[in-house]
């Protein structure tokens, strides 16, 4: 009996762990039945290609709610950074220094969101959409209003190249997802972000330096849009202040529906990867199903809704 009860719970665990993903197969499923174009071999690729960009834009949005606040300028920076870089090539600079300024550009821009929310006080909500602005202002003034091409053969790579039959995008993702992973569960700074989230005060009478590691949390935020931003540029090689805000909706769509508490304290890094994919597998079927225009629109703003309202039903439920 005790050994029923033990893989009961482990069950339990593995569900409540990986639920997401559990989810995303089951809704293939029963989507591809009624639209078996999904199971076209093009329209898998999709599905997995694009969900990667997603999912690194969704673990960065992730970061910042682990600690209870909102980044809504990671869209922002998803164009802005690449730009920078893409300049560093037009200049005739060694191409390693594009990624490397792409990565540094994102950091400094959740950097100044995170000093001028912790130490100036100003709502991460009111900061990150100014920023949100003025960078997709500047992108637009740079660019001309129109998507600038990435010529640069090293960088299409990323998002064009195979390894055998996989996407090198795809490995890049995987092995991103794993080195993110291991800092958030194996190290001393990922458990403050944790702990910081979950009760600032507490956090601070145990000695964790909370407002360094809220500013981290804008950092990442901010490097990871940064490094999405990249990955898109590859994968449509172009740069632009608009095919980026189509990300906007699932990206905060996808932490929350995956279980991160956006009072923070609660996120599970497995579930907001799975999350993303099943917000991108609803893109796809809305675009299949013809939906597009404004019924992708609306399908946006109902995805940001949904995602609240399982968040206040799951704090309910808890009694949070």
Same mark, same amino acid.
């Given at each position: ?114 000093? #001028? ?62 080195? @993110? ?57 172009? @740069? ?50 013809? #939906? ?29």
């Amino acid at each position: 009996m005790s050994r029923l009860v033990q893989a009961g719970a482990l069950l339990k665990t593995a569900f409540r762990e990986y639920s997401m993903w559990i989810l995303l197969v089951s809704m293939y499923v029963i989507s591809g039945i009624f639209i078996p174009r999904l199971f076209y071999p093009e329209n898998v690729q999709n599905v997995i290609v694009q969900g990667t960009i997603l999912g690194i834009l969704s673990i960065g949005m992730a970061f910042s709610f682990l600690i209870g606040e909102t980044d809504l300028s990671v869209v922002a920076t998803m164009g802005f950074a690449p730009l920078m870089g893409l300049f560093v090539i037009q200049a005739g600079l060694p191409f390693f220094i594009a990624p490397l300024l792409t990565v540094l550009v994102g950091a400094g821009v959740g950097l100044m969101n995170g000093l #001028l929310i912790e130490k100036v006080g100003i709502p991460s909500l009111v900061q990150t959409v100014a920023t949100w602005w003025i960078l997709a202002g500047v992108v637009m003034l740079l660019c001309e209003g129109v998507p600038k091409a990435v010529l640069s053969s090293e960088w299409l790579w990323l998002g064009n190249a195979y390894i055998g039959p996989i996407r090198v995008l795809l490995i890049f993702f995987i092995l991103l997802v794993i080195v @993110v992973w291991f800092f958030i569960k194996n190290t001393k700074t990922g458990l403050r972000l944790y702990l910081t989230g979950g009760n600032k005060n507490s956090a601070q009478a145990a000695g964790i330096p909370t407002a360094k590691i809220r500013i981290l949390a804008f950092i990442l935020a901010g490097v990871l849009a940064a490094i999405a931003g990249y990955a898109l540029a590859a994968k449509q090689g172009s @740069v632009s202040a608009n095919l980026e805000i189509q990300l906007l909706a699932p990206a905060l769509a996808a932490p929350v529906i995956s279980g991160v508490s956006l009072t923070g304290g609660r996120a599970n890094l497995i579930n907001v990867v799975g999350g993303a994919f099943i917000l991108q597998l609803i893109i796809n079927i809305i675009r299949l199903a013809g #939906l597009g225009g404004f019924y992708y629109n609306l399908s946006q703003g109902v995805l940001i809704f949904v995602a609240i309202l399982i968040e206040v039903l799951r704090r309910r439920m808890m009694g949070i």
